[in-house]
């Protein structure tokens, strides 16, 4: 994946460069083509240069020429004026010579004459050519003005294009980086996937090979055991008990009662609007208390008067629902049998609204025929008649979609199964079209309100009842948008709860198995009740929670506690034995007394006579308590210390010797505070041993998992020098191939950047040039 990404980003570098480089092409063929076009301007300019000097030769001549003539007309006029008082003196001459004088006049008139039109015509020719090098000029500037900006533009693009280029590259450089980083986790990634796979297939096989061999037992158990299969016919499936599913049911509890309350606000909005518009007919646009309003507006007011018997149901039949939603049911559209009183209900709704409909749409015309109406009110009226005939319309789609959900609940054959989600999906539409048309309603009621409240004869009581109209309209509007964003935010849980029912089957076949399947569901918790029984007294619970700490806390194994528990046993077994022993030594000690008192007897027998049997018998008695006790009797003259395997028992003479039984207490109580002590210090014992050999064995575990994770952390890091390794040579191969990519492009630029300056050049000359142009142009001007 890492790879083909790697060459698709290479290939769309690729495609960018070569569009650099046609571009490029392009710009060089614009370059040449300005180039060609400066040679082609500069050569004109020297065109218009040479003629210009020309014009300029033959103005000044033409100048120099004029001004010989200027002057030679002034040595005539003075020859003239010198000649006239000499010809008074000789008229005779005079005449002949102003004979010759008219003749040199007219020579020198038709002379002057053919000057002054030559002149003009130079004039006009000179005025010509500075109008043409001023219109070139013009041009000249324009396109200088264009190649520069041009120029600009060129440089704009390269720049940008260059830019773009090392966003690229930057971009690529990251996209590699987080692609080889992307490959590497994938490659682990599939190292994983391959030993689970492996792991899978074994699990798989033994899986495969436990369920056979279940199945073949189940199989061979069903054909023995079972006599008849329940689930195997739909008939007999759908009696059978679903599992509770509390949550469910709470749930529809809770969007039922929403629900509920959504169509009380309903209610409420439908009963004040048509409650207000009855009060409006009797106003306007005849005030009942004034003067008799129409018949169809009576007719009318009649039947609107009766919309709260219509409307009410509808409130009572979602309580029912509601009521029916319990925690011990199992809501499904098979079981919901009061759906079909509420779309009863709200079908008798439609009909109301079928009746008033045409009576509302003559009023409404009634009122536009009327004299107090307008044009915009009329419009409005129109507008309000086709949103009554929407909302009906609307209604009666919303009710046939919920009598077709009903339908499950009655006749299971009406409405197939796998168009539960259309029916449901539709009925989201068709509230979500009811909020549009009640926003359509309140938009052009508010303006019919306030187009009423500006006529001269709008009462009070219209106005108010306006006013209450509009907001019981808002309510409405309020209310489907409500119930439509409601509907629409639970849709899917609808969808979903559908395949609630009985296992292992499409869903429940009639209304009458799924009576018959709440009634086995009753009896079946009444049979769980009874067999409910008190349960015992058990550890509170945060007893219970100190406990479990202390076992979470406590670092004993399994084995542990159960060498614990076998050296505790092979104690017991030690102590058993001991006390065996010590109760076979009881029984020989006496044994050996009774035998000692019965020799003793026997000898007093023998040696007395009858008168001293009372002081043999005492004597016999005192010698029972003394003979048992003769170390010990010595024992009390002196201090003695009797040191065994139970303690040390230290006793001292007393002034008065004690009885048997307080001395056999005596004893019998110091054995055995020594024998719990003892126990008590051999426990401690025990539990510090067992605790520190399962801390030391916890330690050594641990031990052996740091070792483990260490090698495991050295081979990582291993692999990841390698990497390392590898990514640094990689990387220094894309920088080198880079960094010659990016040199290649640099010397594109600089190549591109000499061009320009070029240019700029050539236009710099080209404006020399214009300004030297100027400059000749406005000399002549001024000669």
């Not at 505070?673 to 025990?686: G, N, P, Y």
Request: proline fraction near 2%; charged fraction near 30%.
């Amino acid at each position: 994946m890492a790879s083909a990404e790697l060459q698709g980003k290479y290939q769309k570098l690729a495609q960018e460069y070569s569009k650099l480089r046609a571009q490029n092409q392009v710009l060089k063929k614009g370059v040449v083509d300005e180039q060609a076009n400066s040679a082609a301007l500069k050569e004109q300019l020297k065109m218009k240069d040479q003629s210009l000097r020309k014009l300029q030769q033959e103005m000044d001549s033409l100048t120099f020429r004029n001004l010989q003539l200027a002057k030679r007309v002034e040595l005539l006029q003075d020859e003239l004026a010198l000649s006239e008082p000499r010809g008074k003196k000789n008229k005779k001459s005079g005449e002949s010579s102003s004979q010759l004088s008219q003749e040199q006049k007219t020579v020198f008139d038709e002379d002057l004459q053919k000057k002054i039109e030559e002149n003009e015509r130079l004039h006009i020719q000179f005025f010509e050519a500075d109008e043409q090098h001023k219109h070139v000029e013009a041009e000249l500037r324009s396109r200088l003005a264009t190649l520069e900006t041009e120029a600009a533009q060129h440089q704009a693009v390269v720049d940008g294009l260059t830019r773009k280029y090392m966003e690229t590259i930057e971009k690529l450089q990251n996209d590699k980086a987080k692609l080889e980083v992307k490959s590497q986790t994938l490659e682990k990634e599939a190292k994983e996937c391959r030993l689970r796979t492996e792991e899978c297939q074994l699990q798989l096989k033994n899986l495969h090979e436990d369920l056979s061999g279940r199945l073949e037992e189940s199989l061979s158990i069903i054909n023995e055991k079972v006599p008849f299969n329940d689930t195997k016919y739909s008939q007999y499936n759908a009696l059978n008990v679903p599992l509770h599913n509390r949550r469910h049911q709470l749930k529809m509890r809770d969007i039922a009662g929403q629900a509920l309350a959504f169509v009380q606000d309903l209610v409420t909005a439908l009963l004040n609007f048509h409650t207000y518009t009855e009060q409006r007919i009797q106003i306007f646009p005849v005030d009942s208390a004034i003067d008799t309003i129409s018949p169809l507006n009576q007719k009318f007011s009649q039947y609107l008067h009766e919309n709260a018997s219509y409307v009410r149901p509808l409130e009572e039949g979602m309580l029912h629902l509601f009521e029916s939603i319990t925690e011990d049911t199992v809501t499904v559209l098979e079981t919901t049998v009061k759906l079909k009183t509420f779309s009863e209900h709200l079908t008798s709704y439609i009909c109301f609204l079928r009746k008033i409909l045409p009576y509302q749409l003559k009023s409404l015309e009634e009122e536009c025929e009327s004299s107090l109406c307008t044009s915009a009110l009329r419009a409005r009226n129109l507008e309000l008649s086709q949103d009554m005939k929407k909302m009906t319309a609307v209604f009666e789609k919303l009710q046939t979609y919920i009598a077709l959900l009903a339908l499950p609940s009655t006749e299971p054959d009406g409405l197939l199964r796998a168009n539960y989600s259309s029916v449901l999906t539709n009925v989201g539409a068709a509230l979500h079209g009811f909020h549009d048309i009640m926003k359509d309603i309140s938009k052009h009621y508010s303006q019919k309100a306030t187009i009423e409240h500006e006529l001269p004869t709008a009462t009070q009581k219209l106005i108010t009842t306006n006013d209450c109209i509009l907001s019981s309209v808002v309510a409405l509007t309020n209310g489907a948008g409500k119930i439509a964003s409601f509907f629409s935010n639970n849709l899917d849980y609808f969808i979903a709860s559908l395949s609630y029912g009985p296992k292992a089957a499409s869903g429940f076949i009639s209304p009458l198995s799924a009576e018959c399947m709440l009634q086995y569901k009753k009896k079946a918790a009444a049979y769980m009740k009874s067999l409910r029984k008190p349960l015992l007294e058990s550890v509170p619970y945060e007893e219970a929670l100190a406990n479990r700490r202390i076992l979470l806390s406590s670092t004993e194994s399994r084995e542990g506690l159960a060498q614990q528990v076998q050296q505790s046993l092979e104690k017991i077994s030690k102590l058993e034995q001991e006390k065996e022993h010590w109760m076979l030594e009881a029984q020989l000690a006496k044994i050996k007394l009774e035998k000692e008192n019965q020799r003793i007897a026997d000898k007093l027998k023998n040696t007395s006579s009858g008168q001293l049997v009372g002081l043999a018998q005492e004597n016999a008695a005192v010698s029972n308590a003394a003979g048992q006790d003769e170390a010990t009797a010595k024992a009390v003259s002196e201090p003695i210390q009797s040191t065994s395997l139970i303690g040390t028992l230290t006793r001292t003479s007393d002034s008065e010797v004690p009885d048997v039984e307080s001395r056999e207490d005596l004893i019998k109580n110091h054995y055995m505070a020594r024998i719990v002590e003892l126990t008590s210090q051999l426990q401690l014992a025990d539990s510090k041993s067992v605790h520190f050999y399962a801390e030391c064995r916890a330690l050594s575990k641990r031990l052996a998992l740091a070792e483990k994770s260490k090698e495991a952390l050295t081979e990582e890091m291993k692999l990841a020098s390698q990497n390392i390794s590898r990514l640094q040579d990689e990387l220094t191969t894309t920088k080198r191939s880079y960094e010659d990519q990016l040199s290649m492009m640099s010397d594109h630029l600089c190549s591109m950047n000499e061009t320009l300056s070029k240019q700029r050049e050539e236009i710099d000359t080209l404006k020399m040039s214009s300004k030297v142009c100027e400059g000749n142009s406005k000399k002549n001007k001024s000669r």
